[in-house]
């Protein structure tokens, strides 16, 4: 059963989303087309911005790499709980445990730090409209993106190295349906002070650092609008942000019900609702916000069904 110095348990049971017997097949079908509409989505619109010449723009880059994340970001958690709700153990190993922790991680770190960058897109595209292109060029557009990944994959290294030092002993049942960060400490046999005091600087870091940028670049965005004359430039001012600021309310709002508020606030079944709508629901949502809200993706949409409707 020992593996190495780093844990004594070699496998982990997941208690999964719910333990009703009757609702497995059922909540199978529902995750199984959040998923569908997630994938088809998400790929959809990254190959609707690749083949689209109009469409290779600052903000559609941003929003490309948004698709990515979000796609991958839900094939961490979606087929292995699908998968789950269809067995009678759910059953996963250590090692694909930590690998999914890490992704989990890495996603959701990135996804914060892209919707910061986002904002300040916005915000020099209403603030200072006549020096975008040089302030948001090809090469400061990918620094950024850069720079997000490079946050993601340190607060991610620095989490799941933490908790790759812990020893699990014997309890391996974690309360949850993916191997989330607060229910996997509490399996530890061993004290979790530093993982903690990691969580709280890390964490920390990674969520002040988007959410100041974000209400700075929304400050100067409000200040940019109310400064505009024309009606009709201030309500086209803000509809290229209403997007944004509702995928922004969507993915921090559902994460800070589950991590800015006291375990003792907070009940096991409580946390899996709002971790399925910011690991779930989040990402199906994106690329239909983005689509549905935006001219120039319906245009292009329209071109290319119109292309292959031509051809046949």
């Known amino acids: 059963m020992v593996m190495g110095n780093a844990s004594f348990v070699t496998e982990f049971i997941l208690v999964g989303l719910t333990d009703h017997p ?9 995750f199984l087309l959040i998923y569908m509409v997630t ?12 083949l689209n010449p109009h469409l290779q723009t600052t903000m559609y880059f941003f929003l490309f790499n948004l698709s990515f994340i979000d796609l991958c970001y839900s094939s961490v958690f979606t087929p292995k709980m699908l998968l789950n709700f269809l067995l009678k153990k759910n059953i996963i190993s250590y090692q694909a445990c930590m690998t999914q922790f890490f992704f989990y991680c890495f996603f959701a770190i990135s996804e914060c730090y892209l919707l910061s960058v986002m904002a300040y897109d916005r915000y020099v595209a209403i603030g200072n409209p006549l020096l975008y292109k040089i302030a948001m060029s ?32 014997d309890a391996n049942t974690i309360n949850h349906y993916f191997c989330d960060i607060l229910p996997v400490l509490q399996l530890s046999c061993m004290s979790t002070y530093v993982n ?22 929304y400050g100067f965005i409000i200040y940019s609008i109310l400064h505009i004359n024309s009606p009709e430039g201030r309500f086209k001012a803000f509809k290229t942000c209403s997007s944004h600021i509702i995928a922004v309310s969507m993915f921090y709002g559902s994460g800070s019900f589950m991590y800015l508020q006291p375990s003792s606030a907070r009940s096991a079944d409580e946390g ?22 935006n001219k120039d993706v319906k245009l292009a949409l329209r071109k290319n069904l119109s292309r292959r409707k031509f051809r046949s």
Do not use: W
């Open 22 to 30: 009757d609702l497995q097949i059922p909540l199978f079908f529902l």
């Open 39 to 50: 994938v088809l989505g998400n790929l959809g619109l990254i190959t609707l911005i690749g």
């Open 138 to 169: 090809p090469n400061v557009c990918s620094n950024l993106m850069f720079g997000s990944y490079f946050m993601a994959f340190s607060g991610a290294m620095a989490h799941t190295g933490c908790m790759l030092r812990l020893t699990f002993c």
């Open 196 to 217: 903690e005091l990691v969580i709280f600087i890390v964490s920390g870091i990674n969520f002040i650092v988007p959410s100041f940028t974000i209400f700075i670049s």
């Open 272 to 293: 899996k609702i709002s971790s399925v709508f910011y690991t779930n629901v989040v990402p199906m949502m994106n690329p239909l916000i983005y689509s549905l809200r």
